[in-house]
């Protein structure tokens, strides 16, 4: 039997569809490009934004110059959003998308391509509520010391820099996109600091630990990179990129394959993240601290790294007797 929510938000979409298919596309003033070219974000971001914009599309049989952006209304929206969550989208991802949806209606808006009260319907639809544990797993403090060695004891430059962007990735704790907008001018060894560009285009620092620095100057030493980005990529012939920043994904790349070679339990960028919030954390370290030097706007997303939480849920569980 056909599901009966499948079938209202198809019909929802179509009749939408059919209501505004006489309208000519707005290539000039395509209020999806538009939202894409004022986003101040990483690549990885914008990137991200434009297959969100494609997936949506393809639910109409639309490419995103053709959609009708201008013309979505709350109906329709809610009726993408089911269609979403029928197609077995998260609850995060959904979320994505609606807050896509709306960046692209305010643009429309703003361009006086919808109306305010058009706007303003779409903008009320509430986000999902989510209530997540941290996925992934903490890397233990040998792991990475075993991690950071089998770099080290690979020959060439690739090893060096690999070693010194594993320090920096658990010993500050900085997000993949983040530790990639690193410029060595940014970097102030005396200080112990290094600023990053993070999420919403803000700058935010980040303090080093002592084996952190030992790595990032190794690497500076043995690269002779005096300027520009401090983490390039480095060719099979181990010459290091000079007009060239490592990406975002270059970096996730790199991590997973020294997980492997090192013979670890498969490990993500954002797993050494986890290690560096949990290790402070495990290591008594206030929640509030935590959050400031893992660039949360929340601690409520901090909390979610509370490994030691558990422990103790455990034990006092484990007193109860009947």
Not at 27 to 39: G, K, V, W
Not at 173 to 189: H, M
Not at 192 to 218: C, Q, Y
Request: hydrophobic share 40%.
């Amino acid at each position: 039997m056909a599901n009966p929510h499948n079938k209202s938000a198809n019909q929802a979409i179509s009749s939408w569809l059919t209501t505004v298919g006489a309208d000519a596309p707005l290539r000039h003033s395509n209020p999806a490009s538009l939202y894409l070219a004022s986003l101040q974000g990483s690549e990885a971001s914008r990137t991200t934004t434009r297959s969100v914009m494609k997936q949506i599309a393809v639910l109409c049989d639309q490419t995103p110059e053709t959609f009708p952006w201008h013309r979505l209304d709350r109906p329709t929206v809610l009726a993408l959003m089911e269609k979403l969550k029928q197609k077995g989208l998260s609850d995060n991802t959904r979320n994505l998308y609606l807050s896509i949806i709306k960046g692209i209606s305010r643009e429309a808006m703003l361009h006086q391509q919808m109306t305010d009260h058009q706007f303003s319907l779409i903008e009320q639809i509430r986000a999902i509520k989510l209530q997540r544990l941290a996925v992934g797993r903490a890397l233990h403090v040998d792991e990475i010391a075993g991690l950071i060695d089998h770099c080290l004891h690979d020959e060439g430059a690739a090893g060096v820099r690999d070693a010194a962007l594993l320090g920096i990735l658990f010993g500050c704790g900085p997000r993949r996109a983040e530790v990639v907008t690193i410029d060595i001018n940014k970097i102030n060894f005396s200080d112990r600091s290094i600023k990053v560009i993070g999420k919403g285009n803000k700058e935010r620092e980040l303090e080093m630990p002592p084996r952190t620095i030992d790595l990032v100057k190794t690497w500076l030493e043995e690269s002779g990179l005096q300027f520009g980005p401090l983490f390039r990529p480095v060719n099979r012939w181990n010459q290091i990129t000079e007009d060239r920043r490592l990406t975002a994904r270059g970096v996730y790349d790199i991590v997973t394959r020294r997980v492997k070679q090192a013979g670890l339990d498969k490990a993500s960028p954002h797993d050494l993240r986890r290690s560096f919030l949990t290790y402070l954390l495990d290591n008594g370290e206030d929640l509030a601290t935590a959050a400031d030097m893992a660039g949360h706007a929340s601690a409520d997303t901090t909390r979610r790294y509370l490994r030691h939480q558990k422990r103790r849920n455990r034990a006092a569980a484990d007193k109860i007797s009947f």
